[in-house]
């Protein structure tokens, strides 16, 4: 995955949202403790943190910062913060060497990072959704192309139906929901 695919997410979910920015995004997102406009924000600190990775390169742990978004931010704001974030982490992207690692619980790659971003993105835009009372899917091949950096254990089927399966947002038939998951992103090669 790569900076492409960060910028297709952030297309569909701004696409998405955008036109839902101006209802109450103060209740709950899906099933998350967070409300929607709480849920977006961290889409955004996510989004800077992982850049901020892919610039300075930690091999031991993350940067020691944070994205406060302000209280006042309408929804609408928000999300151009979330355009900001996927932007800054597009550009660290396009400019990591191949050889490029950071931290994330173990050496990450550039590709590992873009997944990461694009999980944040399609993820918690469903839960926006899923709060908002919107009907969304994230795309199947941005979800396909996580699984297959993010989860090599998935199973196999529709790639919507899994990730969200594996994230604990939906239901597999003959499994049980998910309640705790962890993801990929290091790699020992």
Same mark, same amino acid.
């Given at each position: 995955?790569?900076?492409?695919?960060? #910028? =297709?997410? +952030?297309?569909? $979910?701004?696409?998405?949202? &955008?036109?839902?920015?101006? %209802?109450? !995004?103060s209740v709950p997102a899906g099933t998350l403790e967070w409300d929607c406009r709480a849920t977006a924000?961290?889409?955004?600190?996510?989004?800077?943190?992982?850049?901020?990775?892919?610039?300075?390169?930690?091999?031991?742990?993350?940067?020691?910062?944070?994205?406060?978004?302000?209280?006042?931010?309408?929804?609408?704001?928000?999300?151009?913060?979330?355009?900001? #974030? =996927?932007? +800054?982490?597009? $550009?660290?992207?396009?400019? &990591?060497?191949?050889?490029? %690692?950071? !931290?994330?619980?173990?050496?990450?790659?550039?590709?590992?990072?873009?997944?990461?971003?694009?999980?944040?993105?399609?993820?918690?835009?469903?839960?926006?959704?899923?709060?908002?009372?919107?009907?969304?899917?994230?795309?199947?091949?941005?979800?396909?192309?996580?699984?297959?950096?993010?989860?090599p254990d998935a199973p196999p089927g529709d790639p919507v139906p899994v990730l969200l399966w594996l994230?604990?947002?939906?239901?597999?038939?003959g499994r049980d929901r998910r309640t705790s998951w962890t993801w990929t992103a290091a790699r020992t090669?």
């Amino acid at each position: 995955m790569d900076s492409r695919d960060v #910028a =297709a997410a +952030l297309a569909e $979910a701004t696409r998405t949202l &955008a036109e839902h920015a101006d %209802r109450d !995004w103060s209740v709950p997102a899906g099933t998350l403790e967070w409300d929607c406009r709480a849920t977006a924000a961290h889409i955004a600190h996510d989004l800077l943190a992982y850049a901020g990775q892919v610039t300075a390169m930690p091999s031991d742990a993350y940067l020691p910062m944070d994205l406060t978004v302000r209280p006042a931010a309408a929804p609408r704001d928000v999300l151009r913060i979330v355009t900001a #974030a =996927a932007g +800054l982490l597009i $550009a660290a992207l396009d400019a &990591a060497g191949p050889g490029m %690692r950071a !931290w994330h619980w173990g050496a990450c790659d550039a590709a590992g990072f873009a997944a990461m971003g694009v999980a944040e993105i399609l993820l918690h835009t469903h839960d926006i959704t899923a709060g908002l009372g919107i009907r969304w899917q994230p795309p199947a091949p941005l979800c396909a192309a996580v699984l297959e950096r993010l989860f090599p254990d998935a199973p196999p089927g529709d790639p919507v139906p899994v990730l969200l399966w594996l994230t604990g947002r939906g239901e597999l038939p003959g499994r049980d929901r998910r309640t705790s998951w962890t993801w990929t992103a290091a790699r020992t090669t």
